[in-house]
C-alpha cells in the first residue's frame, strides 16, 4: 500500500506539470513543497515507535527545513522576482537542513544531553559558516562567471557528505533500529545526490514546473516509503571493529567540518571564521572531556560490580578473597590478630521450598542488610561467601570481641519480622595469629569447622573455634524451630 501511494503522488504531479498549471509552475509547487512534509511525517510516526527515535525526529526536521525553504521558492515565483529576501532566505533553509542531518551522523548512538548540545552547537555553527561562504558566491553571481558554480559544487560536497556518512553509519550500525534509520537515510541521500546533481548542473536552466520536478519528489518519497515500512530481521552482522571505529571517529566529523569550512571563509568572514576554530577546538575539547568522564563513571560502576554480590549488595566471594589474602598479609607484618566469622541461615532449604524462591532472594536480602547495619567498624568486611552463607572479616580484633559480635549478629538476625516468620543464623568464629600458620587457609578451615559444630549443636548459636583453642560453643541459646 505505501509503495502503490508512493506512485500515485507522482502519477498526480505527472498530471500537474502535463496540464501546464501556471506559468511559474504554481501547481507543481504544491508537490514539491507536499513531498518532503510527507517524509517528515512519515519519520515522526516512525519515532513514536522506534528505538532510534531521535534520529528519525533529526531526519523529520530536515525535511522540514528543506519544506520551508521550496515554500519560499513558491513566494519568490509568485512575486515574479520583487524581492531580494525570499532568494536569500529559501537558500538558507536549504543549508540549514543538512545541519540535523550531519548531527545525527555524526553523534554516537546514545550520548548525555550535554554532549548532545554541544554537537548541536558545532552542527548549527557548521551551517552557518556554509551559509556564509555560499552566500558570499550568491553574491557575485552577476559579476563573476565562476561563481555560480562554486554555489552548486558547494551544494554537491555537501550531499556528497551526507551520502557518504550515511552509508558508512548504515554499514557500521550494530542494531536493527539504528541500522535501518541509517539504511532509509543512505537510500534518500543517494538519491538526492543524484537529483539534486542532475538539475543543478544539465537542466538548471529550467525553471519550476518541468517534469524535472518528479525527479525532486523521488528521493523524499523513497524516504516516506522506508519510514513506514516495518523493520525485518537481517542476517547482517557488522564487524564489530568497524562498529567500534565509526563509534568512536563520528564526533570528529563536526570539528573537522569547521575547520575545514572555516579556512573557506576566513578570506570573506575572518571574525566568523576564527570563531568556528575556536568552537571546534574548544567544542571537541570539552566533549571529550565529558566522554572520558562518562567513561570513568562507567569503569567505576563496573569495578563496583565486579566487587559486589548482585542480589545483596554486599562483596561477592571474589572481593571477599581479595580482601581476606590482603588483611592476612597485613596482618603477618604487623604481628596482629585476624578474625573470621562464617554465617549461615538455619533451614534455608525448607525456607526455599515452603515459600519459593522470590522469597528465599528477599530473606537474604534482608538478612544481609540486618548484618551489614551492625557490622560497625570501617575496617569489617561483610561478603556473601555462597548460597545462604555470609563471612565477615574483623581485622585487629581479639578472640572475645569477636565472640561478641558475632552474637550480636546472631540476635539481629532473630529479632527480624519477615512475613513467612523467624529466620535463625549460626555463626562459626575463626581467629588466628598469622605468626602462627603458613596462610590464611587455615582461618577458613577453623572457621567452618566451628559453623558446622554450631549446626550440628543445634543451629541458632555462636561456635568459637581456633587453631590453639579447642572447639566450644558460646551464648547457646535454646534451639529455634525451623524457619
Known amino acids: 500500500m505505501p509503495l502503490l501511494l508512493v506512485l500515485l503522488f507522482l502519477v498526480c504531479h505527472g498530471l500537474v506539470l502535463a496540464a501546464g498549471a501556471g506559468t511559474a509552475g504554481t501547481g507543481s509547487f504544491g508537490f514539491l513543497i507536499a513531498a518532503p512534509l510527507l517524509a517528515a511525517g512519515c519519520c515522526l510516526w516512525r519515532a513514536r515507535r522506534d528505538a532510534a527515535a531521535l534520529g528519525w525526529c533529526a531526519i523529520a526536521v530536515a525535511m522540514l527545513l528543506w519544506s520551508g525553504g521550496m515554500a519560499l521558492n513558491l513566494i519568490d515565483a509568485l512575486a515574479a522576482g520583487r524581492t531580494d529576501l525570499t532568494p536569500r532566505a529559501s537558500m538558507l533553509l536549504y543549508v540549514l537542513y543538512a545541519v540535523p542531518l550531519v548531527f545525527i551522523l555524526a553523534r554516537a548512538r546514545s550520548e548525555r544531553t550535554s554532549i548532545s548540545l554541544i554537537d548541536a552547537t558545532l552542527a548549527a555553527l557548521l551551517g552557518v559558516l556554509f551559509f556564509v561562504h555560499t552566500g558570499f558566491f550568491a553574491d557575485r553571481v552577476d559579476v563573476d562567471d565562476a561563481a555560480l558554480d562554486n554555489m552548486r559544487y558547494m551544494f554537491d560536497i555537501q550531499n556528497l557528505c551526507i551520502a557518504v556518512f550515511s552509508i558508512v553509519r548504515w554499514l557500521a550500525a550494530d542494531t536493527a533500529e ?32 518541468a517534469y524535472n520536478d518528479l525527479l525532486i519528489d523521488l528521493p523524499f518519497l523513497i524516504l516516506a516509503w522506508l519510514a513506514v515500512r516495518s523493520v525485518r530481521a537481517s542476517s547482517f552482522a557488522p564487524s564489530p571493529r568497524l562498529s567500534r571505529l565509526v563509534q568512536a571517529g563520528g564526533p570528529m566529523i563536526l570539528p573537522l567540518l569547521l575547520l575545514v569550512i572555516g579556512t573557506l571563509v576566513v578570506d570573506h568572514a575572518r571574525a566568523l571564521a576564527v570563531t568556528g576554530f575556536v568552537v571546534a577546538t574548544l567544542g571537541f575539547g570539552l566533549r571529550s572531556m565529558l566522554l572520558q568522564i562518562g567513561l570513568l563513571e562507567h569503569q567505576a560502576a563496573l569495578d563496583q560490580l565486579a566487587r559486589q554480590d548482585g542480589l545483596t549488595g554486599v562483596a561477592n566471594r571474589r572481593q571477599f578473597d581479595a580482601v581476606l589474602q590482603s588483611e592476612w598479609s597485613r ?11 562464617l554465617v549461615d541461615i538455619d533451614h534455608f532449604k525448607a525456607f526455599n521450598d515452603a515459600h519459593g524462591h522470590p522469597a528465599g532472594d528477599r530473606c537474604l536480602q534482608i538478612v544481609a542488610a540486618c548484618l551489614q547495619a551492625n557490622v560497625r567498624r570501617a575496617g569489617d568486611c561483610l561478603a556473601r561467601y555462597g548460597g545462604e552463607e555470609f563471612a565477615v572479616i574483623v581485622p585487629e580484633a581479639g578472640l572475645d570481641d569477636m565472640a561478641t559480635l558475632a552474637e550480636t549478629l546472631r540476635l539481629a538476625v532473630a529479632a527480624l519480622a519477615l512475613p513467612e516468620g523467624p529466620v535463625s543464623i549460626s555463626i562459626g568464629v575463626g581467629f588466628l595469629q598469622p605468626s602462627n600458620t603458613r596462610d590464611a587457609r587455615q582461618l577458613l578451615a577453623d572457621a567452618d569447622a566451628a559453623l558446622y559444630a554450631a549446626k550440628h549443636a543445634g543451629r541458632n548459636r555462636v561456635c568459637v573455634g581456633t587453631a590453639q583453642l579447642p572447639q566450644q560453643p558460646v551464648h547457646a541459646p535454646p534451639p529455634v524451630g525451623a524457619a
Open 178 to 209: 539504528w541500522r535501518s534509520l541509517f539504511r532509509a537515510l543512505a537510500l534518500y541521500a543517494v538519491g538526492y545526490l543524484l537529483a539534486a546533481g542532475y538539475i543543478n548542473h544539465f537542466s538548471s536552466e529550467d525553471s519550476f514546473g
Open 331 to 341: 596482618a603477618c607484618r604487623s604481628g596482629g590478630g585476624l578474625g573470621l566469622l
